[in-house]
Each structure stands twice: as structure tokens, then as C-alpha cells.
């Protein structure tokens, strides 16, 4: 059963001895699996010497330059070894990809056109082919995670390439729609997945992938968005694979007013009121941590909510009671970890630190970024209605209403 934590090395590069310390800890909590994201729009994380452009220096002033070598990155997958841990890497495709894009702007569907690579030109796969090859060599765990998240169609539908490639994938089975871009990311993740699955290796795609009627279904899927909450019970009925990885209960960059302690205690693989740990394709549960700052404070956010997702105690204070030691240990190594007595907040000091997050992650999002949410046809009711019933209380909403009306998000908040 997986016991994973994922952590964001294309956002915040951590250094080799961060991650070591990370993992450490983290093998103290419980974990098994390192899901580690090392590409993004932000930075090409992972050296690669069959494609060198994707990490080299001419590009670093649009990706930050910081990379890990492949040396270096052997030694952390055999340093997590000893700890029984199995490191997961993630290339994101087919969004996400700006810093690919940037060194190999042929792979997209023009030069203007970056933010998504084009599934309907064949050298996109020939290329695919190569650089996961080589990544593979480097990892030996049977996972591989290719993103598939939040990876807009806006590109594809001005591509010529990609409108043929479509046309020609509706032809081949009448039940699809030759309007549907989401099966054009359902080739690509299909012919992804095959490269992987001659390196022996079994391919994850996050839960947006469901939206493609054509994704094939041994790729294990790995929940995180009520967006495609609804995918998520056929896909499991048909014997699907799944990893758990709910937003609203095990995102870990979200302070410990929106995602308290003991809520982390007390998750369960529920979705919609449907407990999905009965079926046979439940593979295990994933903490995540996006981005990152310095490492005492990402020793903050992640500890202790780690320990309790993975913690066996019976009860919430007997959990508790049992992270005196812990903490003890942590601090004779000089780590800091989130003050217990604060782990749990209420009243006006639960508002107060929300409410500051909601401010500040508002500030790190571009306007383009906020029309792109509020028009995605993802966009639902129930991501909306989870999205207030899991991080705010009803004396929230007032503030909660008139933030999201300054801001320009109108669809954010119903009563």
C-alpha cells in the first residue's frame, strides 16, 4: 500500500542535503513513496544528457537554472533506499511545460503558442520516446508520473496538426466526438504510457486525464480535484487503479487553519460520501506539498500533518500524546516543527491566518490565471461547494463573498 508524500522541486529548487533532511523525517512519519515533481513551467529540475538544452544555462534566465545531476539524483533514490522509500518521479506533460517549451519551442503547436505540447506532430513522440528512455534509466521503481493536470486546449484547437490528429482519432471509433480535445490528451498520454510500459515501468496521471474517454485504463490515476469527482467512481467500479490524494484534506501547502491536524488525523478515502477504500485498484494515500520556502518552514507545514495521515494511535490524543518524543528528536537535530498547540486553530486566529493565506495566494495569481479557472469547464459546483465546506465556517463567508467579487471570481461562492 502506498504511503507517499509529494514534494515540488520545479517551483522551489531544494538543495541535496533539504531533500535528504526531508526524506528522513519523512521515513520517520511513515512514508514509502517520494513522488518528486521535477518539471514544471517554472524550472527543468533533472539533468538530462540526451536533450542538455532543457536544463543549460542559456535558458536559465526563463527557467532558474538550478538543476540536480544525474549523479546527484542517484544519490538521493539510494539514499531513500535504505529508508524502504521508493522515489516517483514526475515529467509533467502535456501542460505545465513551459520550461520544456522554452528549450524545444518545435514541440509546441507554434512558436507563439508554449503553454502545452503538441500531441499532433509524430516528432513530438520521437522525442518523448528519447527523453523518457533516459529518464527511466536513471530511476529504478516500477512508477512513473507524467502530471496531466490543468493542461488547457486552447493551443490545440488552432493547431492544424492537432485538428487532424483528432479528426483521425474520432474516425477510428465512431462513439467519439471530433469536437473533443480531451481525447487528443488521451493519445498522448496513451502513447506515453506505452514507452513507459517497455521500461517496465507503470505510468500515473493525475484525475484531470479522466476527462478522456479514450485514456487507457491500466494508467493508474491519482485523485486530487473534485473537478472530476464524478470520473472517479466508473473508473474504480472498472477496476481502475488509484492513489488518493484530496486537495481539501492533504495538501499540505495549505496553513493549519484551512487544513488543521486533526483533520489530517482523521481522513479517509471518502469522495461524495463514497468510501473508495473497498475496491481492489486502491493502491494507498499521498500527502502533497506544492511549492516551497526555506526548509524550516517546510518542516513546519509538513510536520507534524505527516505523521498523523500515516499515524496507527486509535484516537486523536493518543496521537498526540505519542508526538512529545518526536518533537523532542526533531529538535536535538535542529528542526522546528509546527507548535503543537497551534496545530489545531480556532476562532479568530483560525480566520485571521485564512484569511492572510487567501490574500497572499491571490497576490501570486495572475489575472489570465483567474478567467482561466472561473471559464474552464472543470469548473463545477461541487469543486466549489468542497472548496467552501472543507477550508471556511460559515462566519467566513461574508469576507469570503466580498474577497472573491474584489478579485474578479464571481463564480467562486453560492449560497
Not at 202 to 227: E, R
Not at 281 to 306: H, K, N, Y
Amino acid at each position: 500500500m502506498i504511503k507517499g508524500l509529494m514534494i515540488d522541486s520545479a517551483r522551489h529548487f531544494w538543495t541535496i542535503d533539504d531533500v535528504l533532511k526531508i526524506i528522513a523525517q519523512a521515513a520517520i512519519s511513515g512514508i514509502n513513496t517520494l513522488h518528486w515533481h521535477l518539471t514544471d513551467d517554472q524550472g527543468w529540475r533533472i539533468e538530462s544528457k540526451t536533450f542538455p538544452k532543457l536544463h543549460s544555462t542559456d535558458y536559465s534566465a526563463q527557467c532558474n537554472g538550478e538543476f540536480y545531476s544525474q549523479d546527484s539524483i542517484r544519490e538521493i533514490i539510494n539514499y531513500a533506499a535504505q529508508l524502504h522509500i521508493e522515489i516517483i518521479p514526475e515529467i509533467e506533460i502535456p501542460g505545465h511545460s513551459h520550461a520544456l517549451l522554452t528549450a524545444y519551442p518545435e514541440l509546441g503547436c507554434s512558436d507563439d503558442a508554449r503553454a502545452i505540447i503538441c500531441p499532433g506532430k509524430e516528432s513530438t513522440f520521437t522525442f518523448l520516446e528519447e527523453l523518457f528512455a533516459e529518464m527511466c534509466s536513471i530511476f529504478p521503481g516500477k512508477y512513473f508520473h507524467i502530471g496531466g493536470d490543468e493542461a488547457p486546449k486552447g493551443g490545440w484547437r488552432k493547431c492544424s496538426h492537432c485538428r487532424k490528429k483528432l479528426a483521425e482519432i474520432a474516425d477510428e471509433n465512431s462513439a467519439y466526438d471530433k469536437n473533443d480535445y480531451e481525447l487528443l490528451q488521451g493519445y498522448m498520454a496513451n502513447r506515453v504510457h506505452a514507452l513507459l510500459k517497455k521500461q517496465g515501468k507503470q505510468t500515473i496521471c493525475w484525475n484531470d486525464a479522466l476527462a478522456a474517454k479514450n485514456l487507457d485504463t491500466d494508467i493508474i490515476i491519482q485523485y486530487w480535484t473534485a473537478q472530476y469527482a464524478d470520473l472517479m467512481k466508473p473508473f474504480a467500479e472498472k477496476g481502475g487503479r488509484f492513489i488518493m490524494s484530496d486537495m481539501f484534506h492533504l495538501y499540505l501547502d495549505y496553513p493549519y487553519s484551512m487544513t488543521p491536524l486533526k483533520k489530517v488525523f482523521d481522513y479517509k478515502p471518502i469522495i461524495k460520501g463514497h468510501d473508495f477504500s473497498n475496491y481492489p485498484g486502491f493502491l494507498g494515500i499521498e500527502a502533497c506539498r506544492w511549492g516551497g520556502e526555506p526548509l524550516p518552514q517546510m518542516m513546519d507545514t509538513l510536520f507534524p500533518r505527516l505523521d498523523a495521515l500515516f499515524s496507527t494511535a486509535s484516537d486523536y490524543n493518543t496521537f498526540t500524546d505519542s508526538l512529545k518524543k518526536r518533537y523532542r528528536d526533531a529538535e536535538n537535530e535542529g528542526l522546528h516543527f509546527h507548535p503543537l498547540d497551534k496545530c489545531d486553530p480556532e476562532g479568530e486566529e483560525r480566520q485571521k491566518e485564512t484569511f492572510a493565506f487567501m490574500i497572499n495566494m491571490n497576490a501570486k495569481m495572475n489575472q489570465d490565471a483567474i478567467q482561466h479557472m472561473e471559464n474552464s469547464p472543470a469548473q463545477n459546483k461541487d469543486f466549489v461547494e468542497s472548496f467552501i465546506k472543507y477550508f471556511f465556517e460559515p462566519s467566513d463567508m461574508e469576507w469570503l463573498e466580498g474577497f472573491m467579487k474584489k478579485i474578479g471570481y464571481s463564480n467562486a461562492v453560492s449560497k
